[in-house]
């Protein structure tokens, strides 16, 4: 039977709050705020056992951590209580505070929590398609920028007028991409961050 009425407040229980936790907090995210960035592959090196290369794996979404060389792993909550040295709801509780969820255990109105919830699997799935259309459009400018490089006129190719169509597309397509890029960091709110290419002009 489902809780109604005035016990509903109840459910809102440390387990409800781990559960938002691990659903809203991606693993890859909390290692890299807490200081251990994963690398291309996702791995870190490990906290939990002194090591030159990275052999603690970062899973995606809700899939945690396992360290391969010391054995170590679990979910997003359990990193950080053996990070700081924590218990389980202490652990929730930074979570929450660090990645300013919003979710605590007595917010009166469940309705608005899981409003809230909604409005921000809304803004994660925003920002993975953002950061998604970021990684294609980089490789594109990347593979553009070497073709622009590679296609280059020579002086000769100027006097008989025989530019390569690579080059001319190169030099058409990269502003707009590179425009695109930028458009992109500023939603994302991470402007300044941008590396692709090896100018930060808008104009090449
Ligand atoms: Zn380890």
């Known amino acids: 039977m489902r809780n109604t009425g005035p016990r509903s407040r109840e459910r809102t229980s440390l ?13 890859a995210d909390a290692a890299a705020l807490y200081g251990f960035p994963p690398n291309r592959a996702g791995y870190i090196c490990c906290p939990f056992h002194a090591e030159k ?17 010391c054995g170590a792993g679990g979910s997003v909550i359990d990193f950080v209580m053996k990070l700081f040295d924590l218990n389980f709801q202490q652990a929730c509780l930074r ?40 990684r294609e459009l980089a490789e594109e400018h990347r593979k553009l920028w070497q073709a622009k490089l590679l296609a280059a006129p020579t002086e000769a190719d100027m006097t ?13 397509k990269l502003p707009g991409i590179e425009y695109r890029l930028d458009e992109i960091m500023d939603e994302l709110g991470r402007r300044g961050e941008r590396q692709t290419g090896t100018t930060k002009s808008r104009i090449s």
């Open 53 to 69: 290369t990275g052999s603690c794996k970062i899973y995606p979404e809700d899939g945690g951590w396992h360290c391969f060389g």
């Open 15 to 27: 387990t409800d709050l781990a559960g938002d936790i691990k659903r809203l907090v991606p693993m």
């Open 160 to 172: 008989a007028d025989t530019i390569h169509p690579l080059f001319v597309e190169a030099c058409h």
């Open 95 to 134: 979570l929450n505070m660090d990645f300013r969820l919003g979710l605590t255990r007595d917010e009166p109105d469940r309705a608005a929590r899981s409003e809230r919830l909604e409005e921000m699997r809304r803004e994660k799935q925003r920002r993975e398609k953002l950061e998604a259309e970021y």
